[in-house]
């Protein structure tokens, strides 16, 4: 089976990011402003998702498409700004930034503060460990029912609400602000997990998992006894009145793009790059999303 037909189950959500994205630059002062000004986008700093490079330039499955699609869209200059994980979606509600590009999760309290775009892919959690996994913990409820372990978590990331809906109490979690942080914490002795998605897990251990001595615990799909996967997107300011009336009309713009990468299927052979395949794309579209679940 080819790649492009692999990604069915995106190209579905991708006809209906079409129908809604039909926004026009005529009635979209935002991307007139970001084709004049440039837009700001925030990221966490590390992979998959979007990271700057050796040679100072800015790159990651979320990245990628936001360079494909603004450029697609008219948008040449855009800013990385990396940022804590937990600052982006304050970022964006401020106006510090005018994207968040960072694998974030569309949940319903998140879309009460931001817009987003369609998902790209769903995936489970995993956490990173020494090798050979020493304290045999492979779920949220090992670590809750685990004396003496500690998990380092992002604040505010989805990996600290899962940890406690799965009953991980919170004199047990190790609240950091990037990867290096929770690398460092398992490394030192201070956790004996990182929390985080699969694919970053999965890339921490693919490209620094022999150097560091570290390992997955493996993909955590049920969360206190339900399938759980998590659908990674593109965020965006949101407001009320007339800002969040802009901002709705650059997000379909937005969108209508993005549809059009992702049915081409040259977004499936970009994400391929950091590990992305056929069994990753989203089950779920972001209304839904935003209307339920975590």
């Avoid at 069915?8 to 991708?14: C, H, I, Q, R, S």
């Avoid at 569309?106 to 959690?125: D, N």
């Avoid at 940890?163 to 602000?177: F, H, R, S, W, Y």
Wanted: one cysteine or more; proline letters at 3%.
């Amino acid at each position: 089976m080819s790649v492009i037909r692999s990604f069915k189950g995106a190209m579905v959500l991708a006809a209906s990011m079409i129908l809604t994205g039909t926004a026009l630059a005529s009635d979209n002062p935002l991307l007139e402003k970001y084709r004049t000004e440039g837009a700001k986008v925030a990221i966490a700093g590390y992979a998959p998702y979007g990271y700057k490079q050796a040679d100072g330039s800015f790159t990651g499955e979320q990245v990628e498409i936001v360079k494909h699609v603004l450029g697609q869209m008219g948008v040449s200059k855009l800013e990385f700004i990396a940022m804590d994980f937990g600052a982006i979606i304050p970022s964006l509600v401020a106006g510090r930034a005018d994207l968040g590009a960072a694998g974030i999760y569309v949940r319903p309290k998140r879309c009460e503060q931001v817009l987003f775009a369609e998902p790209t892919w769903g995936q489970g959690a995993a956490y990173l460990v020494k090798k050979g996994n020493p304290k045999g913990l492979h779920t949220f409820t090992d670590i809750a029912k685990t004396d003496g372990v500690k998990l380092a978590v992002l604040a505010g990331g989805t990996e600290e609400t899962l940890a406690k809906k799965d009953g991980v109490p919170e004199d047990k979690l190790l609240k950091v602000g990037d990867k290096a942080a929770g690398i460092s914490a398992v490394m030192s002795g201070r956790a004996d997990g990182f929390a985080l998605s699969a694919f970053a897990i999965n890339d921490i251990v693919r490209t620094a998992g022999d150097l560091i001595g570290m390992e997955s615990s493996g993909s955590i799909t049920e969360i206190a006894g339900e399938n759980y996967q998590g659908h990674g997107s593109i965020a965006f300011p949101k407001g009320t009145g007339d800002e969040l009336k802009a901002n709705m009309a650059f997000r379909d713009a937005f969108q209508a793009t993005l549809a059009k990468y992702v049915a081409s299927g040259d977004y499936a052979k970009m994400a391929s790059a950091w590990g992305f395949g056929p069994k990753d794309a989203p089950t779920k579209s972001m209304k839904e999303l935003c209307g339920s679940g975590l």
